[in-house]
């Protein structure tokens, strides 16, 4: 797979209790910066969070992980 067709996969995960998980492609894109705009978007609107997740993998089933910026005092760079 070259960089000109890479495709990332916004996976919707669902699970209650003990039950088995099941999975759903909501949406794809062809950057990780698109990818995680989806992921933010459908985790803002998402109203049963204790169920449902979602998650980035991509063409080789490598899941991404997108933290948001740490906004501890502690973490910043001096210059």
Do not use: C
Request: glycine share 4%; hydrophobic share 35%; no cysteine.
């Amino acid at each position: 797979m070259t960089k000109d067709n890479k495709v990332i996969l916004v996976v919707r995960r669902f699970q209650v209790g003990s039950m088995k998980a099941d999975y759903r492609v909501e949406k794809w894109a062809t950057s990780l910066d698109e990818a995680s705009r989806y992921q933010v978007s459908l985790e803002t609107l998402n109203d049963d969070t204790e169920n449902t997740s979602y998650h980035l993998f991509n063409g080789f089933g490598v899941m991404y992980e997108v933290k948001e910026p740490s906004k501890d005092k502690d973490d910043r760079i001096s210059v």
